[in-house]
């Protein structure tokens, strides 16, 4: 988990790729199966490790209440999921959509590749995933679009101008 000025931040990959190295976890082997793949892990394990991470830091500093989730949701079923587990406990304020092209993010992934040692930095895992984004992440966009949750970035630009686009849209939205 990272934290910004403006709370904590939970990356999904990170939290999976955490129980994945966890000693004696249940669920390391077939976390890693599915990243490798570049499918999307199972939603009851993926909320798991969510909903853990944020009641951590919210028993911590009961003043940690507001989260950016990164990474998530991926699909239909891990959108329902969210829904049925954190319903009345968490409300989606809006949803920050990096739009970026894809061979520019495919570039970028194998350049961190050289020195990342994930094992899903390779053209191969990487075409994978824009497949499962394509089949089962974007319309899960669409819909978040819909009802005017959406914050568009234009991320094929530098770091310091997209990084400027998200303070003004955090900035805006509180």
Known sequence: MKVSQYGPVQHT?????DE???PG???GELIEKYIKEGAIVPVEITISLLKRAMDQTMAANVQKYKFLIDGFPRNED???GWNKTMDGKAD?????FFDCDNEICIGRCLE???SSGRSDDN???????LHTYLQSTKPIIDQYEKMGKVRKVDASKSVDEVFGKVVNIFDKEG
Request: charge should be positive; avoid cysteine; charged fraction near 40%.
């Open 92 to 96: 989606v304020s809006f949803v920050l």
């Open 25 to 27: 976890s249940q669920y």
């Open 20 to 22: 994945r190295k966890r």
């Open 112 to 114: 961190r590749g050289k």
């Open 13 to 17: 990959g990170d939290l999976l790729r």
């Open 78 to 80: 891990n959108l329902q």
């Open 123 to 129: 053209r191969e895992s990487l075409e994978k995933r």
